[in-house]
């Protein structure tokens, strides 16, 4: 089965209000996470990614956390803007090469 | 302008038929992927190839046949053995191993091909 163990709820916010999408994975090897956004009908796009070695990075008005000790990854998405509206899928990689395992997504609303 | 291309964007097939969809990049990337994509679901690895003329199989090859003649070029074939090939297939590509430590893993992904068996 998959590792990362993220299902598709739908999470609905008010615009402006900030966003917390979490994912929990089961390979405590893992050492490197991605975030992906998927708009409908495209494919997915970087948003941010994180090493194992540390516990937060922040990118323009994201921030991912990682805790190493639940095997937890959150993303974190200030100001939500209609914009953001989409699926939010998180990957890890746990072994030599640039394999990517991923989540089963969580789909984001934004209402205005 | 540099990127990783899919065509077509749409493509329908009747039952029994073979398709190639297509899949290109600029990147000068080692490794590429083919994934599926159900509606409401994950991604699912068909194949990937770390290196030019060697590709290997990924959790749900069967049905499925690539080439990697190219650098540039990864084909994906959905054969009539692929009993449900209704789906949104997606390519990437990445970076691969620097000799002596990690490469980039990030994926850049295409923009998709949206298949459709009639």
């Known amino acids: 089965g998959e590792s990362v163990g993220l299902h598709l709820p739908t999470l609905s916010v008010q615009e402006g209000d900030n966003s917390i999408i979490n994912c929990a994975y089961s390979n405590s090897a893992s050492d490197y996470f991605i975030w992906y956004k998927q708009e409908s009908g495209k494919g997915p796009q970087f948003i941010i990614d994180i090493r194992s070695n540390m516990d937060k990075r922040q990118g323009q008005r994201v921030t991912v956390l990682l805790n190493k000790t639940v095997k937890h990854l959150s993303l974190q998405i200030a100001a939500t803007q209609p914009g953001d509206s989409a699926v939010y899928f998180c990957?890890?990689?746990?072994?030599?090469?640039?394999?990517?395992?991923f989540g089963g997504g969580t789909r984001l609303m934004v209402k205005p | 302008d540099g990127g990783i291309t899919q065509s077509p964007k749409y493509l329908f097939r009747k039952e029994g038929q073979n398709v190639t969809l297509s899949c290109e990049q600029n990147?000068?990337?080692?490794?590429m992927y083919w994934y599926r994509q159900d509606p409401g679901q994950g991604l699912r690895l068909i194949y990937y190839s770390q290196i030019v003329n060697d590709f290997q199989k990924g959790d749900i090859a069967e049905g499925y046949s690539v080439s990697r003649e190219k650098k540039e070029s990864f084909p994906l074939t959905v054969t009539s053995a692929q009993k449900n090939p209704t789906a949104f297939y997606l390519c990437?590509?990445?970076?691969?191993?620097?000799?002596?430590?990690?490469?980039?893993?990030?994926?850049?992904f295409g923009p998709g091909t949206r298949l459709t068996v009639l």
């Open positions: 990957a890890e990689n746990y072994n030599a090469g640039n394999m990517l395992t």
């Open positions: 990437a590509s990445s970076l691969t191993i620097l000799a002596g430590g990690r490469g980039q893993n990030e994926q850049f």
């Open positions: 990147l000068n990337h080692d490794a």
